[in-house]
Every structure is written in C-alpha cells, then in structure tokens.
C-alpha cells in the first residue's frame, strides 16, 4: 500500500476525547476516577473516529493554507469548492446536489439540535428507528420535543426495517419529522434504494420532514455503493447530512455540509445559524474530497481486513456471539448476550479486559447484550483488544 495504516501515533496528551475524556463520556465518572488498569494500558475501541494518520494530501493543504500566516473570519467564496464536493458526489454517488442548497455547519449533530427546533413544535414528536445512535435522541430531547421509536427487525444482526410499524407511527399526526441514519449506525446497513422509496414516500405521505444522515456514506466496505435519500426522492423536505470529518479522521476540525433544497427553511436557517467556517478545515475539506480518492480506497481494504478478522476471530474464540460484516462505517456491532447477558458491558470489559467500547445501552433502545467495536485501528492492536475480550468472557465466574 503507498499509506501506512499498520503505523501506531502515540494520541495521548493530545486532548484527544479518545485518550482522555472516557471516564466522563462513557461512565458519567470524574477525571480522577480510578480504574483497575492505568490509562495507557487500555485498548481503546470506543469513540467513533480513527488511529489512522490523515492522509498526507489533508496535511500538506492545511500546511499551505498555514504559511498564508492570516486566520481572520472566513467563509467558503471559492466556487472550486462546491465544484471539488460536487465531482465527489457524482463518482460516489451518481447525485449533486445544487449548489444554492449547499449549507455547513460545525458538525451534524450542532445541526441536528437546530432543525429540531427549526422544524417542529414543543408539543410535536420526532420519529427514529431503533438502535440509534444516541445523538438523535439527545436533540430532540434538548428542544423538549417527544421522541417516538420504530424498533428494527433483528435476524440474528441482518437488520431490516419494520415498515407496518413505521407507517403507522408517521401517520401520527403529532409526528413531524424523521431523523433517519443511512447508512445505519450502528448496525452498518447500507439501505437499499427499494428501502430508502419506501422510507421517503411514507414520510411525504404524512408530510413529515426527512433529515438523513449520511456521514457514513463513505465508509462502505469495498465494492459497495452508497445512495443518497436525495437521489431516491425529489421532495424538497428532505435534508441531506454529509461530512468528510469521519471518512478522513477530521472530525476535530467540524466541517459538515447540510443540504436544504425547501426556500422556506433556507430562509430560517440563513437568519438563524451562524455561517462562519474554521480557514484550516476549508483547506482540509476540499484536499479530501479532490485528492483523499486513493487514500480512501487503500482504508477500504484494511478496514475490510479488520472485520473478517474480526468474523474469523470470534468463530474461534467466541462461536456464540452474533456478528454480522456490516455494509459499511468501521464500527462492529457484535451481540455477546450469549455470554454475558446481565452485565454493564463497558464497565464489565474495562474493569476485565482493558478494552474501552460501548454498550448496546447506549444506543436508545433494541440494543441490549450489544457492544460497539472501533475497527479503525491497526491490525496488531485490535488482535489484543480481542484477545483481551475474548479472555475476559472465558474468565467470567
């Protein structure tokens, strides 16, 4: 490979949320709280983002934007940008979105919590389907709107959605907006175009606004191919959430694109969202999207390593958890209730294992006897964290 993806970067010290701020994000703990292994034992498995270095396109078009030595308030001018993210769109997707519907914000889920609030009423319901990645629940939660659960089918991790009880609960006339995850997090479904109709027309049926999250939509596993709902569905009430933050591991520059086609929910979001961009993560945006091509695909195929190691790995050692390779994201979602079928699962594996990772609890509902695996790690440090779990599990009195 011309990348490196088996190099170990040393993260700590860094104030990087993955090396130093677990204890509060994971356990609700104090930054002193005391675990049986120090901080630099754990293999850390958790918090979405990657031990990867940045390709070295991203660096070198952040170093030329530095030596410009000037960092004064900016935004995106340039039309070469919106062409870079539009060629993208086109070789990934076979869509492009309109220029005029082009919008950023820090990051989806700051935008999330604004269209919550943008687009329902404090006595009106936003429907998601379940497990979910809990930030959907969390916005609409913090505008105090009522938050309704379709449950997805489980066949032993082949995930399908329940679309008799999703109709129905749109056809709440209460239920005004749908935040749908495509591909899904956590299961790592890529829906089909047939899955993502039949999601649009429900929600155009019973007029409920549609904001799809797609900032996986990279992140698919080699030969796949992702469509966006935007695609599928020419309906101005659907808002399309990308960003290149998680595919090429920048997620703390905040960079995300947010595409609104409808006029009059352009007009709120241009008198309300502060449209300011950071100068560096411009820079690194547009590097990743006009020359991460090559870079992505060589991720591809290591992530696509990980997880049939991961696959061969637990038909080995642990014949009784239920995974399935997912579609796309780097995140491993593994069913252990087999094994461990009362226990806090991070609590359990921190205090057994060393390993860090998330719990079904974290995923709303639909989820129990779940954890979520990072896979977007070297080879050699995700064979420990393995060993580590594996062990832990056996070792269970």
Not at 64 to 92: H, P, Q, S, V
Not at 303 to 308: E, R, V
Not at 325 to 346: G, K
Request: hydrophobic content about 40%; overall charge negative.
């Amino acid at each position: 490979m011309k990348y490196n993806f088996d190099e170990i970067i040393e993260r700590r010290n860094s104030n990087a949320m993955n090396t130093d701020g677990w204890r509060a994000y994971i356990f609700g703990a104090p930054d002193d709280a005391v675990f049986p292994y120090a901080d630099d034992e754990y293999v850390r498995m958790w918090v979405a983002d990657m031990e990867f270095a940045v390709c070295p396109e991203i660096i070198d078009a952040m170093q030329e934007r530095l030596n410009k030595r000037i960092f004064g308030y900016t935004k995106i001018f340039d039309k070469e940008y919106y062409e870079t993210f539009a060629a993208w769109c086109d070789k990934m997707y076979g869509w492009v979105p309109k220029k005029e519907h082009l919008f950023t914000s820090p990051g989806i889920i700051p935008a999330l919590y604004e269209l919550v609030e943008f687009l329902t009423e404090p006595d009106e319901k936003v429907l998601i389907m379940t497990p979910s990645y809990a930030f959907f629940m969390h916005a609409i939660d913090h505008s105090n709107r009522t938050m309704v659960c379709s449950d997805l089918i489980n066949d032993r991790g082949n995930y399908s959605i329940d679309f008799e009880d999703f109709e129905a609960k749109a056809k709440d006339p209460k239920v005004k907006l749908c935040i749908f995850c495509n591909p899904h997090n956590p299961s790592g479904r890529v829906w089909t175009e047939e899955e993502l109709k039949r999601v649009g027309q429900i929600c155009k049926e019973n007029d409920v606004w549609l904001i799809s999250d797609e900032i996986h939509c990279d992140l698919l596993r080699t030969g796949v191919r992702h469509t966006p709902m935007a695609k599928v569905m020419d309906w101005d009430k659907v808002i399309t959430c990308m960003a290149p933050t998680k595919t090429f591991n920048i997620a703390g520059l905040q960079i995300s694109h947010i595409m609104i086609q409808n006029p009059d929910l352009i007009k709120i979001w241009n008198a309300q969202h502060f449209t300011s961009e950071n100068p560096l993560s411009i820079a690194a945006s547009q590097a990743a999207y006009g020359k991460g091509g090559e870079w992505l695909a060589e991720l591809k195929l290591y992530l696509d390593g990980n997880f049939k190691f991961l696959e061969d790995f637990l038909k080995e050692n642990l014949p009784e958890a239920v995974y399935k390779i997912p579609d796309a994201t780097y995140l491993a979602w593994v069913d252990v209730s087999a094994y461990l079928p009362d226990e806090d699962l991070p609590m359990f594996f921190a205090n057994n294992a060393g390993v860090l990772l998330e719990g079904g609890n974290m995923f709303v509902q639909n989820s129990d006897g779940y954890i979520r695996l990072n896979l977007a790690m070297q080879r050699s440090v995700l064979e420990e964290g393995l060993k580590r779990i594996a062990e832990a599990i056996k070792n269970k009195k």
